[in-house]
């Protein structure tokens, strides 16, 4: 079975787009690995008391997905070896290409002065990878572009010191890789947009939902066709109803013909509050056990450790340090 790993930031409330982009994507199986990437979240500056929440709130939703049965499930600041490797990566990459990274530039536009977190987190995230011989990453489009330049580190490092890490390989789902903001349907659905109608999230309740469907921003005309760049708007709703549905949106497209934006949107939310009502409310019942998801955070890390341990044993004893022999 290959091995599997992938992170969500605890950086705000989750949204339909983390799920069909990369939580629907997640198995539960022995030897996959999924983390809370909270180093991640501090790359701007940030609310201490809210990181706490958005852990316990990504954990939740990992644990209501049954993560916890069969995976590991663990928070990466529990386990200091991504830190360490982060380093050796560090040393390995280049400014070129972290200048070249499309979500460093869209984050960094316009801004007089950005963390040097914010530039170096690609890094951080190849440790985060490398460090567990990781063979398949499941992500949103988004952080493709990052997955690669792990590869790129992974092999830039390996023909200098010798075969050290596996080459990793992002997995995207065919639906709902980019889901795109109900408000603006040209960029991408953020936990960070400050608008609360561009976003559906997770825990909307079901006339949230209902109403940030409706309000959605459609294209002028009236027919329901998949066009992103003529139809941004409806091409996102008829990509979260396809991923949702399994219909493919070809079909979707011949069931919508001659029908109004209005139905349209009605079946969309319908098929998103359906969607995910499971989900969230499990979120609901597991958010007040607090306790019981700390204990299974702090049994994931220890496990986490051990299977990271050998290959930070390694990576040290290729680039020439002195061991510390055990007192
Ligand atoms: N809009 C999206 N469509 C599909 N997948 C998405 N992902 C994020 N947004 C979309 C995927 O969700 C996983 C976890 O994302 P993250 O927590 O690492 O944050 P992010 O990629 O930076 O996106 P966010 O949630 O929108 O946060 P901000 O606002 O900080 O940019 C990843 O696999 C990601 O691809």
Redesign the pocket.
Known sequence: MPRVF????P??A??I??Y????RQFEAAPGHLYCI?DW?AITEPHDPALLREGTLHVAAAMIALGLHEGSTLFVQSHVPAHMELMWYMTCTGTMGELQRMT?FKA?AQGRESVSVGLFAYPLLMAADILLYRTEKV??????KQHVELTRDLAERFNSRYGKTFVLPEAVMPPA?????SLTKPTE??????PDPDSKILLLDSPDDIRRKIKRAVTDTGREIRHDPEEKPGISNLLEIQSALTGTPISRLEELYAGKAYREFKEEVAEAVVEGLRPLREKMVAIASEAGEIERILQEGARKAAALGAPLLEDVRRKLGFMELSPS
Do not use: C, F, I, Y
């Not at 069909?20 to 939580?23: E, H, Q, S, W």
């Not at 499941?138 to 952080?143: F, L, T």
């Not at 991408?188 to 947009?193: I, T």
């Open positions: 992938s992170g969500v930031q950086t705000g989750l949204h787009g983390n069909l982009g990369a939580l990437v991640h979500q984050k499941p992500v949103g489009e988004d952080q709902g890789a980019r889901v795109r991408k659905m953020s936990k960070s947009d």
